[in-house]
């Protein structure tokens, strides 16, 4: 058993990475994931890591400089938010490109405009085709589980990609709980010492790193990275399990509850689990059949697991922290949706766009969407295929 | 369900009002309970009113949204009183603990207050006389370790002491575990 | 396919080119439409064609010009005018 304490997302996330102790970590500052890097910052000044802190101009840049330092060989780690994320965005697909295993926290928050500096998930969703793993979490407990995990997940052998971890910004980035830390030397003997594949600064065997790939080879580079993705789902399992044997603490690709025996089903990921969760509870003493699904990984997404767990159910509501505005719906709505296609009988599915900007997302509104569920169920009809939830008429 | 104690806390930006949030969440975990303490969330700006949460139980706490129906409500600024209702979404067994020199008859007629029980304790006076400043978060942590049983005095002077040694000097923290003292003791009930 | 071009297990991830030096398999003389003819008599071993050539193709020996690489010159002749001594001549293949 590692120590209580008493810390926010963000203080926990900082306490992973000077654990972690990485080579090289270059970031710029922008709210809600600020703290982390100034935390770090701290721990870097104090000498409690032996990291090189690269301070930059933009997002950009600190991208770029990782994408650098991780081709050098190094165990390179950031953290950013909305739209610092967002002017990474080139360096994004250059790094998954690249093959280079960065670990990136992302303390999710709204993309302007207008202007807002509250939790949702458009950040990291708008990062989906990236090519980097992506992961959320439910509160501060599981960002530091999963940016630990992280490490070893994008350095596993036929991986080789970069990772982010989303934390829900303000609610859990700023919120302090009950968590635990593991010691120091349990962090560094579970990530061992990052033996890079292909270094650039090795003198002794020059290579060349991102030569220009024209159409006789750029197509086969990128059926590798789909591959290096679908590899990335045994990698995830292991890593975890490895992780549990020091932690204690089980993840996967998702975690369901009640859910074995449910009529209808909740899927949601993120910090609204836990409330979506305690609603379950109250609906289930009431006798109503419902069940919820916290969907840890979004890249890789689980297809073929998600079609076992779902298949049982009538109706499942999918929630969406984002607006993918014109699709068929909220993102995690479109996967899980077109996940559940091929199945000979699948739950009658529906969505609900909620908490944008950091829009409290409180038990009520949680309830109708059970009520709604309950009425698919009876008539076996949708009435609206994608609800905008918490939002005044 | 399990039992969870919901807190909120009404201050002025510079009061100290989400230390004192983060501070009662530290002393309740350190009797045992599983917390969560975030202030309400945006820009923090001196003299600007402002609200602070915690959520203590003894099963671990999923809930992630606003507190709506604190059954403990903390009013660090009385001069609040006047713009905010502070006893919004409050139950009928909610505990008032006000920061003012009057008692509380007084104040629960000010109030015009139907419900629950209020205390009031002069944490300003006793904040200046002990720290020098007005700053009555340390006080007001010292009330509510009397008049609820959520957190203890003993773990409050503890986390106290852990949590203001980091940026105070230990003059200073002695006359913050004065200033708590003062207030367990002074703290007025009906 | 019959390209000759390897398949997506077989090659280096991201692009990587994992060995050094390896663009010496590319033998760039197939390119050349003009041939850098030089006029040993008017050489001065300067060696500005040498420093000039974008694909080192001079070979110099002992502080001499030795001979201009064919395998690699694409004639782009910028030898012939770097020359001080005006000692290349660039002369079309096909009237060689």
Sequence with gaps: ?393 | MPKITEVRWHGRGGQGTVTAAKIFAETAMSGGKHVQAFPEYGPERMGAPLRAYNRVSDTPLALHCQVTNPGIVAVVDVTLLGTIDVTEGTPDDAIFVINTPEDPKTMRKNLNLQHGSLFTVDATTISLETLGRPIPNTPMLGALAKVTDVISKDNLIEDTRVNLSKKLSEEMVQKNIEAITRAYEEVKSE | ?96
């Excluded at chain 3, 850098?36 to 070979?59: G, H, R, T």
């Design chain 1, 1 to 393: 058993m590692g120590k209580q304490v008493a810390m926010t997302g963000n203080i926990a996330v900082a306490n992973a990475m000077r654990q972690i102790n990485p080579d090289v970590c270059a970031a710029y500052p922008i709210t809600p994931s600020t703290e982390v890097m100034q935390q770090f910052a701290s721990f870097v000044a104090d000498g409690k890591v032996d990291t090189e802190l690269v301070t930059v101009e933009s997002e950009h840049s600190a991208m770029s400089a990782g994408i650098g330092a991780a081709a050098a060989g190094g165990r390179v780690m950031t953290a950013t938010s909305a739209n610092g994320l967002a002017l990474m965005w080139e360096m994004l697909y250059i790094a998954s490109g690249n093959r280079l295993p960065i670990a990136m926290m992302v303390i999710n928050r709204a993309l302007s405009a207008p202007i807002n500096i509250h939790g949702d998930h458009s950040d990291e969703m708008g990062a989906r085709d990236a090519g980097w793993i992506q992961m959320y979490s439910e509160n501060g407990q599981e960002a530091y589980d999963n940016i630990i995990q992280a490490i070893l997940i994008g350095e596993s052998e036929g991986v080789l990609l970069p990772a982010m971890v989303g934390m829900d910004g303000f609610i859990i980035s700023h919120s302090i709980e009950n968590l635990e830390l593991l010691e120091d030397k349990q962090v560094r003997d579970f990530l061992g010492e990052f033996k890079p594949k292909h270094p650039l600064l090795n003198i002794n065997k020059p290579i060349t790193m991102g030569p220009l790939d024209l159409q006789d080879y750029y197509s086969e580079h990128k059926r590798q990275q789909a591959q290096a993705m679908q590899k990335a789902k045994a990698a995830i399992l292991k890593v975890a399990k490895d992780y549990k044997a020091v932690s204690g603490r089980e993840y996967g690709f998702f975690e369901p509850y009640k859910l074995e025996d449910a009529d209808i089903g909740i899927l949601t990921l993120g910090s609204s689990a836990g409330t979506t969760r305690f609603v379950v509870d109250l609906m289930r003493e009431k006798g109503i059949k419902v069940g919820m699904i916290k969907l840890r990984v979004f890249r890789p997404f689980p297809i073929e697991e998600l079609q076992q767990a779902l298949s049982h159910l009538k109706a499942l509501a999918v929630m969406d922290r984002s607006d993918s505005f014109g699709a068929a719906g909220g993102p995690v709505f479109s996967e899980v949706r077109s996940a559940l296609y091929d199945l000979p009988a699948r739950p009658k599915t529906v969505n609900y766009i909620y908490g944008l900007g950091g829009r409290d997302l409180g038990i009520s509104p949680i309830e109708r969407v059970v009520k709604d569920l309950q009425e698919i169920h009876q008539t076996e009809k949708i009435k609206e295929l994608v609800t905008h939830l918490t939002v005044r008429e």
């Design chain 3, 1 to 96: 396919m019959s390209t000759g071009l390897k398949g997506w297990k077989d090659i280096p991830i991201g692009g990587m080119i994992l060995e050094a030096g390896n663009s010496a398999e590319y033998e760039t003389g197939g390119w050349r439409t003009f041939r850098p003819v030089m006029d040993k008599e008017k050489c001065k071993n300067c060696l500005f064609c040498w420093i000039y050539c974008p694909d080192s193709a001079i070979q110099v020996e002992n502080e001499k010009i030795k001979e201009i690489d064919l395998k690699y010159c694409k004639g782009c002749g910028i030898c012939a005018a770097e020359c001080p001594a005006k000692a290349i001549e660039m002369v079309e293949e096909g009237k060689l």
